[in-house]
């Protein structure tokens, strides 16, 4: 059975400085990859989606992820961390055959100005 | 384009009753997933509708059920309360389904006391 991990419950970056999250997963074949954001007291909003075009996907607010098959990761980047990414972030792996989504168990983002 | 809307958001019920939430999908999307979250178990899948089918059901007990309409709304239901179910309660909306890129609703945040 396919299962997502993300590396650290909480990370806290400065302001500015780079944030990367952790996510690796367990399949063998290529699935489909994403990462949602959640902020406080809202449902969970697609950052990015990878789905084999390219490796290097561009999301919105400026995130980025890299999807590495012989890693099995798809780890998510910003160059720059502002007040405003402060959230929770969710890697998911969504499974074709099996017409279902597995979620990471999330990561807690703190940006210290 | 509207997007995905859950009502109530918010709720406050007792041990032993049941409660009812609903989700309006996006205009055209015919999946609609559903998933409890808490603070220590996370983001957990309850069951996905597609056309009025259920799909996919997670690993949660026959208290906890759904339907869904041929508009593509859809309901789930939660018969004899217990305290554990106080939870925010999502919905997702999908073109195609729960493997490929979700739409969240805010959710219904449900206190059972």
């Known amino acids: 059975a396919q299962s997502v991990t993300q590396l650290g419950s909480h990370v806290s970056v400065s302001e500015g400085a780079l944030v990367l999250l952790r996510c690796n997963y367990s399949s063998s074949v290529p699935p489909y990859l994403f990462w949602y954001v959640q902020y406080p007291n809202q449902g969970l909003q697609l950052l990015l989606k990878?789905?084999?075009?390219?490796?290097l996907v561009k999301g919105i607010n400026g995130f980025e992820a890299e999807f590495k098959k012989s890693e099995t990761s798809f780890h998510l980047t910003k160059p720059s961390a502002h007040m405003s990414d402060a959230a929770e972030y969710f890697c998911?792996?969504?499974?074709?055959?099996?017409?279902?989504?597995?979620f990471g168990p999330g990561t807690s983002l703190s940006v210290i100005p | 384009k509207a997007g995905v809307t859950q009502t109530p958001r918010y709720l406050i019920k007792t041990r032993g009753q049941q409660v009812t939430l609903s989700c309006s999908p996006i205009s055209g999307h015919r999946s609609v997933s559903w998933y409890q979250q808490t603070p220590g178990q996370g983001l957990q899948f309850l069951f996905e509708?597609?056309?009025?089918?259920?799909?996919n059901k997670g690993n949660f007990p026959g208290r906890f059920s759904g339907r869904q309409f041929s508009n593509s709304r859809s309901e789930m239901n939660v018969s004899t309360l217990e305290l554990g179910d106080s939870a925010l309660y999502l919905c997702?909306?999908?073109?195609?389904?729960?493997?490929?890129?979700?739409?969240f609703g805010p959710g219904t945040r449900l206190t059972v006391l």
């Open positions: 990878y789905t084999s075009a390219a490796t």
């Open positions: 997702a909306s999908s073109r195609q389904g729960a493997w490929n890129e979700q739409f």
């Open positions: 509708y597609f056309s009025e089918t259920q799909r």
């Open positions: 998911a792996v969504g499974e074709t055959s099996y017409d279902k989504v597995i």
